[in-house]
């Protein structure tokens, strides 16, 4: 999933484009995965969900960050159904990282990367 955050959350303009383009086709990949089930692994989270649950926290704060919308409803319904579960489930929601530190590090390191700031 590099695609979304070197190609969509470092990146703008033509690049960020060519970013989100490969974004999308890889999480159509997802969702043709996921569909029909609960969790990657079937009705319990399993390695799968564990390697791909950075994408129910981060995505958002990637997408609020850029103004992109890469997961909705519409486009990827099981893939969004799958991360609102795997966000609820209490041993994940109860260990996330910290939202607003999470923000102000990915903010710094895009403008860092796009040469509008130092990274902190």
Known sequence: ???IGGGVLLKEGKEQEEGFAASMENLKYLEEEIRGKKFFGGETIGLADIALGWLAH?????EEIVGLKLIDQEKFPSLA???QEFANAPI????????????TKFVAMREANLGKGTPK
């Not at 109860?94 to 923000?103: C, G, T, Y």
């Open 92 to 103: 994940i929601r109860e260990n996330w990282p910290d939202r607003d530190k999470l923000v």
């Open 81 to 83: 159904a799958w991360k």
């Open 1 to 3: 999933m590099q695609s």
């Open 58 to 62: 981060y995505l958002d704060i990637f």
